[in-house]
């Protein structure tokens, strides 16, 4: 079976683990510190005000975009939780639990509320920072150009110094191993650590490549808009960050289905380049946690009878 006829997953690096996701299931493995592993499942489920606008272009990735910071957090708010722990002391962590719905509601409007601090920053701070240049370049035209720049700088130099820390050096390790097994099952090649180290870190529907798309649709999005004055620009910015993302994910869905197309492939190698410094090679113990993991999700979804969606940010 090619890889365009398979279902399609996505999936998230954690602490010490990888989470996968289905039309139905999210299931993380993770590593705990006795070397043992242990899983983490959550139903996917299904709202029906989500499920018609995932139909709409371009409102299809915002949603999309919600749900993965939505979910991711509460399996990385797992993952933080037990990777250090020794499984005898499980107890000490119950003991400081509260209910899970108040958890899981509580971690997954954190992951949301981050997602979007973190963009307005990023979609900020640029501008501020190409106002102080409007003396060398004072048209529209370059002061957009010089933000999209300041904006490109600020992400890759966030990304770069952060990955420098052992503990999200770990973790992009892991990302690593994630792309690795969604590669080796979209290959058609039975999933061993083996066949796995000799796949690809990068994938062209990462994450990683959405945020950069986001920065290079937003150049020409601005390029509507006046940049003048100061308080004009800032209040379209944050009104256009929702054009944005969804422009942005259609491109990365494009990107991703062109990506066997000699000529065309070439859109989705800015993101694959961002890719080298969100992704690190892993050890055979990372992979084989992650390999755990997707093998889990598949059961759960090969019982349950249903086939993924196709539109999973990997």
Not at 293 to 300: A, E, I, V, Y
Request: net charge neutral; aromatic share 12%; charged share 20%.
């Amino acid at each position: 079976m090619s890889s365009s006829q398979k279902p399609v997953y996505g999936g998230q690096a954690v602490v010490e683990g990888v989470m996968f996701g289905g039309k139905h299931h999210y299931v993380t493995a993770v590593r705990r510190k006795d070397q043992s592993v242990e899983y983490f499942h959550l139903p996917r489920k299904a709202n029906p005000y989500f499920t018609i606008f995932k139909k709409i272009p371009f409102l299809r990735g915002i949603i999309a975009i919600i749900e993965s910071s939505a979910n991711g957090s509460k399996h990385l708010n797992f993952s933080t939780e037990r990777f250090d722990v020794d499984p005898i002391e499980d107890e000490k962590i119950k003991e400081k639990e509260v209910s899970k719905l108040t958890m899981y509601l509580g971690v997954a409007a954190i992951g949301v509320i981050s997602f979007l601090f973190g963009k307005f920053a990023f979609t900020l701070i640029p501008v501020f920072l190409a106002v102080l240049t409007k003396p060398i370049f004072p048209s529209d035209f370059a002061q957009v150009l010089v933000e999209g720049f300041f904006k490109l700088i600020l992400l890759i130099s966030y990304i770069y110094f952060v990955s420098l820390t052992p503990l999200i050096k770990r973790v992009f390790q892991y990302h690593g191993a994630e792309h690795k097994v969604i590669n080796t099952f979209e290959a058609g090649v039975e999933l061993t650590v083996e066949n796995v180290q000799a796949h690809s870190r990068l994938h062209y529907r990462c994450g990683s490549s959405f945020i950069l798309f986001t920065v290079i649709v937003g150049v020409f999005v601005y390029m509507l808009v006046p940049t003048t004055p100061l308080w004009l620009r800032v209040v379209d910015r944050l009104l256009l960050i929702p054009v944005v993302l969804g422009i942005a994910f259609e491109i990365l869905q494009v990107t991703n289905k062109l990506r066997d197309i000699p000529v065309l492939r070439f859109l989705g190698l800015p993101g694959l380049w961002l890719q080298l410094i969100t992704t690190k090679e892993p050890e055979n113990d990372q992979v084989e946690v992650a390999i755990l993991s997707f093998n889990r999700l598949l059961k759960m979804e090969k019982d349950s009878e249903v086939t993924p969606e196709n539109e999973e940010i990997v």
